[in-house]
Nanobody, 124 residues
């Protein structure tokens, strides 16, 4: 069993930045990848980006490339999503998720465990 706990969301003005954290507990050594997703009202959950738990590979959805950065601190079992140049269309509930396989990063069905989500609201 793996538990994920997001934090760091809130209200931010357009053009601002915010960093989300995802603390992993339970059996983090089973993870091979961590992903971030977001879901805006009335929309499907979409992939934002991901990072390998032990390697250096990161992957990002096109709309966030150059604005968002994913990193991890294995000693703290924590993954971060640094978001910059935020726009109102980035408003959503952000979720972190863990996956045992390194298959399709984009599909939420590939992920085994999910956090409860944290709201990010970007005002114009």
């Amino acid at each position: 069993q793996v538990q994920l706990d997001e934090s760091g969301g809130g209200l931010v003005q357009a053009g601002g930045s915010v960093r989300l954290s995802c603390a992993v507990s339970g059996r983090p050594w089973r993870n091979r990848g961590m992903g971030w997703f977001r879901q805006a009202p009335g929309k499907e959950r979409e992939f934002v980006g991901g990072i390998e738990w032990r390697g250096d590979r990161t992957i990002y959805e096109d709309s966030v490339k150059g604005r968002f950065t994913i990193s991890r601190d294995n000693a703290k079992n924590t993954v971060y999503l640094q978001m910059s140049s935020l726009q109102p269309e980035d408003t959503a509930v952000y979720y972190c998720a863990s996956k045992i396989s390194l298959g399709d990063w984009y599909s939420y069905s590939e992920y085994d465990y999910w956090g409860q989500g944290t709201q990010v609201t970007v005002s114009s």
